[in-house]
């Protein structure tokens, strides 16, 4: 009677944060255990950490992931990565079409939350995400292979390609160039003007933060634009806007930054890289450390931003930025309806979607405060002491890096405290399964009530 209550009271909102609690809870069992770093032992909360970072596809790590953990540490990560890509749901779902089982309706359901999509056909999503994302990673592999090898050796250099691919596409961030020849500055900085590399490596995290649904539709209306649905003309629009805007200004601002060198082809090269890395990808080329203030502000706006609904990025999502944006000029344009082209927007859609960016913000500059007191007054980062406001942009950095599921950092987060680390842990998990799925998680079911309140005069602005 107890497991039947217990079932009863679970809604589909409540398995899929149970569903990525268990992925995480079983990465952080593997990771901890000795055989899985190369010196031989790991704290549990350093293997939490980057379980919660690799199935959340973040990117965040307490220590380099090269140089820390060992073959088997990797593989573990690649596989969190893979399974935190594409969704705990989905891998549900082909288990399930594996043993010959029909997918009932709330299987069908949970499926949908996580990757977006119609009702009407569940297996043909799925076997669409598994085909998609293989042939996106093959071949992102294949052409990074033809510079890791020559790099790296075959072994190692096939390894390199397959990692970086999956991570890329997955939006994840980890990177295995650590210890090695090409380790640069840090992260991929070594191939920084090195168009293949970073092409590749755009181009897979484009599409893995474009989502599922979108480019199937692209495939299904075969690139005619006056076929898209609606919704994948909104996304593609706002998404390309965001991508040229961004390196148009990454190259403004950073253009006589002294750690951004190079000619024009190359500082363009950064900029788009600087553009797209922030919509949740979490490599860098240039370091964010050296960012122009204007540079700063930027990566962390796009930040927030993310990529969209139902793909491997996170933040608060591109459609919940349109219709905030969109929201906004039908209000000051007192207009009763939000128009989108030719098109209307339900209006509980902009409160769906100001919750979201307010609890966002909520959580942002809680967990900033949180860390900046809990932390020492002095914050020594690579061998230079930061205080004060350096601090608090060091700090602020990270907490949106880590709710928008990015992975981008500014180089402290293994100097940081076991209670800090946490925070950070709740951050990029809540960023992953989605503020608003937590919230209707442990929200309690509640019968509609024809009865509503009168209403009365309030003022704002």
Not at 76 to 85: F, K
Not at 221 to 229: L, S
Not at 247 to 252: M, P, S, V
Request: charged share 15%.
């Amino acid at each position: 009677m107890g497991f039947r209550k217990l079932k009863n009271k679970m809604n589909v909102w409540r398995y899929l944060a149970l569903g990525y609690f268990l992925v995480v809870f079983a990465g952080s069992i593997l990771l901890v255990l000795p055989f899985a770093a190369k010196d031989g032992g790991t704290s549990y909360v350093d293997a939490l950490f980057t379980s919660v970072s690799a199935a959340c596809v973040t990117g965040l790590v307490p220590f380099d992931t090269n140089v820390h953990w060992n073959g088997f540490g990797q593989a573990v990560i690649l596989i969190l990565i893979q399974l935190g890509g594409l969704g705990f749901m989905t891998f549900v779902s082909i288990l399930l079409l594996i043993v010959r089982r029909n997918i009932g309706q709330y299987e069908r359901r949970a499926v949908l939350q996580t990757v977006g999509g119609s009702i009407e056909s569940v297996k043909g999503l799925v076997k669409r995400i598994v085909i998609g994302t293989a042939c996106f990673e093959f071949l992102g592999a294949c052409l990074l292979s033809i510079r890791f090898v020559p790099d790296f050796g075959v072994g190692k250099g096939i390894w390199y390609a397959v990692f970086h691919a999956v991570s890329a596409f997955c939006n994840a961030g980890f990177d295995l160039m650590g210890g090695t020849a090409c380790a640069g500055m840090g992260s991929l900085s070594y191939y920084w003007n090195d168009p293949l590399v970073v092409l590749t490596l755009c181009g897979l995290i484009i599409f893995g933060g474009l989502g599922f649904c979108v480019w199937g539709d692209v495939l299904d209306c075969r690139f005619r634009p006056k076929k898209f649905q609606f919704y994948t003309r909104v996304i593609l629009t706002v998404n390309a806007i965001l991508l040229v805007v961004g390196t148009l200004l990454f190259l403004g601002f950073e253009w006589g930054n002294p750690h951004c060198t190079g000619n024009f082809g190359d500082k363009l090269l950064a900029a788009l890289f600087n553009a797209t890395t922030a919509r949740t990808a979490g490599f860098w080329t240039t370091d964010p450390t050296y960012l122009s203030d204007s540079g700063y502000l930027l990566m962390l706006v796009l930040m927030f931003i993310g990529g969209c609904s139902g793909s491997t990025a996170g933040g608060i999502k591109v459609g919940t930025f349109a219709v905030i944006v969109m929201g906004m000029l039908a209000a000051f344009g007192n207009k009763k309806d939000i128009t989108i082209g030719k098109r209307r927007i339900d209006n509980k859609l902009l409160g769906q979607a100001l919750a979201i960016f307010t609890a966002y913000l909520f959580l942002i500059l809680t967990a900033t405060t949180l860390i900046c007191a809990i932390e020492p007054d002095v914050l020594i980062i690579d061998g230079v002491a930061a205080a004060g406001p350096d601090t608090v942009s060091r700090t602020l950095f990270e907490v949106v890096s880590a709710l928008g599921t990015v992975g981008l950092s500014m180089g402290f987060t293994s100097t940081l405290t076991v209670w800090s680390k946490l925070i950070l842990i709740l951050l990029m998990y809540l960023g992953r399964v989605g503020v608003l799925t937590f919230a209707f998680a442990l929200a309690k079911k509640r019968d509609a009530s024809e009865i509503r309140r009168p209403i009365d005069t309030f003022f704002i602005g």
